[in-house]
């Protein structure tokens, strides 16, 4: 077996996030966490082509084999084009209506995506950075998004029943309709500057148990009550 292995010959190796659509090459497609946004890939084939986290923002992949192709984790959107019979919704990539039920993100940078409509409940997002996302319709229900940055999110109708959000940082973030008050936790949370929490919202998230309340936040320098407080005069 030691026999058969080839030498790695580093003078013919790059690096897979380096890796662009090569319509002369017919060795397997290697692009993990490359950046493809906006390329017009053409009649490539990609079956089973490595684009785990390969950002295909904007790419045009219509008229690309992509049999097996594995895009675990790659980010797409609205303007993403891919064959008729590819459903890149349920192919483990991120994006608008991604379906990603128990999907693992931890600490992943989610910054600035569109995922309106997603699916992710039960998912893994603690530590994971969604400042600036687009969350409007997302079902989150019983998800781990303790220590997660939603700065400057939008959250309208957003789903967030039965999820861990202690630690987690919405400051900025538009809550609007958004399902707040049956979360599991809110221990340490921030809610400095968010807009769209209701009256009776409001009222509910400050009846929660004091530990969650009065618990310092040592990034943002608050507790969560006072965050929350902050909110309720700024309506007033």
Known sequence: MEASRKALNLADWSAPEWCLPDNTSTKTV???????????IGSRDLSQAKLCRTDLRGADLSQCVMNEADLRMAKYDNNTKCPEEFDIRSSGAIGPGAKLNGAFF???DLRGMDLRGAILMGSYLSGADLSGSILDGVRLAGSDLRCTLLRGTSCKQTRFGGCQLDYADFRGADLSEADITGVESIKGANFSLTTGINTSDHAALLSRPYEELDCWNALT????????EEGMTAKE
């Open 30 to 40: 290697d692009a993990r966490g490359a950046d493809w946004r906006g390329l017009q």
């Open 106 to 108: 931890n600490c992943t």
């Open 221 to 228: 320098r608050q507790t969560t009550r006072t965050s929350l």
